[in-house]
């Protein structure tokens, strides 16, 4: 368990969804002839505009909009994601120029798969935790590839979450301790020269995801004497609905506390940004005094757990910005040809 010599926690949050959808059900019209059982209802497309750059800055934004800070006061600028657009180019240093901040900052991308984001969080802790930095903004965001008629097709999606850590005494939730488990599970990998993902098979589930997500999180549980009993919300990685309602019962966690996190059945799995969002839907609702498990996961494997804890700031910050729900209100379907034409399936 990892505990900062200086305290800290969120100062600042934010969400970004795409407008776009494509139906579950569309896809399976497609592929399998609209049977079968579906992960999601539906999932997040972004636009023939959009990639992960774009959307890092608008959560950016939102995160630096609730914590009423200028971006010449970030120390740091830190992207996790699986899908910069460049891949030798930082998304870091584009996203720093576009939210206005200093030259004098450090700008980095970073990549542990769907847990690049918090990755570039706990890392963030360190840095204020330090004092060596006041603020550090650590972005979560991705637009997800899936194989044609491949089953990640139905799940792979789009979003940014961005969370700016600060001083624990300006925060909107203190973040109590962190810890961080990590072993080499071949669950799922891309090459660089291949544009879609492969599957780890049966390494998937249970060696994989479960193993990860629900040793980090007991073991935060234990080391700081509680059990999830004590905790208002848990958000899960979330690469469909089931995955993390079923570890959320193996940590011992009632449906209820999960549900405002839950947002995969929406808008599918967006990767680095999926619990970054699920935390951000959380922070939209929750009450001075509430108290908040976050486990993230990655491919490869590993899982950043950290228990936060609601203070009375954020009442007051939460709408100094589009809350989550209202980005996923704003749906509007397409047809698979378009998704297909939008992200490049299509090949002459």
Same mark, same amino acid.
């Given at each position: 368990?990892?505990?900062?010599?200086?305290?800290?926690?969120?100062?600042?949050?934010?969400a970004?969804?795409?407008?776009?959808?494509? /139906?579950?059900?569309?896809?399976?019209?497609?592929?399998?002839?609209?049977?079968?059982a579906?992960?999601?209802?539906?999932?997040?497309?972004?636009?023939?505009?959009?990639?992960?750059?774009?959307?890092?800055?608008e959560? %950016?934004?939102?995160?630096?909009?609730r914590?009423?800070?200028?971006?010449q006061?970030?120390? #740091?600028?830190?992207?996790?994601s699986?899908?910069?657009?460049?891949?030798?180019?930082?998304s870091?240093?584009?996203?720093?120029?576009?939210?206005?901040?200093?030259?004098?900052?450090?700008?980095?991308?970073?990549?542990f798969? @769907?847990?690049?984001?918090?990755?570039?969080?706990?890392?963030g802790m360190?840095?204020?935790?330090?004092?060596?930095?006041?603020?550090? $903004? /650590?972005?979560?965001?991705?637009?997800?590839?899936?194989?044609?008629?491949?089953?990640?097709?139905?799940?792979?999606?789009?979003? /940014?979450?961005?969370?700016?850590?600060?001083?624990?005494?300006?925060?909107?939730?203190?973040?109590?301790?962190t810890l961080?488990?990590?072993?080499?599970?071949?669950?799922?990998?891309?090459?660089?020269?291949r =544009?879609?993902?492969?599957?780890?098979?049966?390494?998937?589930g249970?060696?994989?995801?479960?193993?990860?997500?629900?040793? #980090?999180?007991k073991?935060?549980?234990?080391?700081?004497g509680?059990?999830?009993?004590?905790?208002?919300?848990?958000?899960?990685?979330?690469?469909?609905?089931?995955? =993390?309602?079923?570890?959320?019962?193996?940590?011992?966690?009632?449906?209820?506390? @999960?549900?405002?996190? $839950?947002?995969? %059945?929406?808008?599918?799995?967006?990767?680095?940004?999926?619990?970054?969002?699920?935390? @951000?839907?959380?922070?939209?609702?929750?009450?001075?005094?509430?108290?908040?498990?976050?486990?993230?996961?990655?491919?490869?494997?590993?899982?950043?757990?950290?228990?936060?804890?609601?203070?009375?700031? $954020?009442?007051?910050?939460?709408?100094?910005?589009?809350?989550?729900?209202?980005? $996923?209100?704003?749906?509007?379907?397409?047809?698979? /040809?378009?998704?297909?034409k939008?992200?490049?399936?299509?090949?002459?």
């Open positions: 368990m990892r505990q900062p010599e200086r305290p800290v926690g969120i100062v600042g949050y934010g970004y969804v795409p407008r776009y959808r494509i /139906a579950a059900q569309e896809i399976a019209r497609v592929w399998a002839a609209g049977e079968g579906l992960p999601i209802t539906s999932k997040s497309v972004p636009g023939p505009d959009e990639d992960t750059i774009t959307m890092a800055i959560a %950016g934004r939102n995160a630096l909009n914590a009423q800070l200028d971006p006061q970030l120390a #740091a600028v830190w992207v996790g699986e899908s910069h657009p460049y891949s030798v180019k930082p870091g240093t584009l996203v720093a120029e576009a939210l206005g901040t200093s030259r004098w900052i450090s700008a980095a991308d970073w990549e798969a @769907c847990k690049a984001g918090t990755e570039a969080l706990s890392a360190g840095l204020v935790g330090s004092g060596m930095a006041d603020y550090v $903004l /650590a972005i979560g965001a991705d637009t997800a590839q899936g194989r044609p008629g491949d089953a990640l097709e139905y799940t792979a999606a789009a979003a /940014a979450g961005a969370l700016i850590v600060g001083p624990a005494q300006q925060a909107l939730a203190t973040i109590e301790s961080s488990y990590v072993s080499d599970t071949p669950d799922f990998f891309r090459r660089a020269d =544009p879609y993902p492969m599957h780890g098979n049966r390494f998937t249970e060696p994989a995801y479960f193993h990860h997500v629900s040793t #980090a999180a073991q935060l549980l234990a080391e700081l509680r059990t999830a009993a004590d905790y208002q919300y848990a958000v899960f990685h979330q690469p469909n609905v089931k995955f =993390p309602q079923t570890v959320a019962k193996q940590v011992g966690f009632a449906p209820e506390q @999960c549900q405002a996190g $839950l947002l995969a %059945g929406e808008i599918g799995n967006s990767y680095s940004a999926a619990s970054m969002i699920g935390l @951000c839907a959380v922070l939209d609702v929750a009450q001075v005094g509430d108290r908040i498990l976050l486990a993230s996961y990655g491919s490869g494997a590993g899982s950043d757990a950290y228990s936060l804890v609601v203070t009375e700031a $954020l009442a007051a910050a939460r709408n100094l910005a589009p809350r989550t729900s209202a980005y $996923l209100k704003r749906r509007q379907l397409i047809d698979y /040809a378009t998704y297909a939008w992200r490049g399936k299509i090949v002459e």
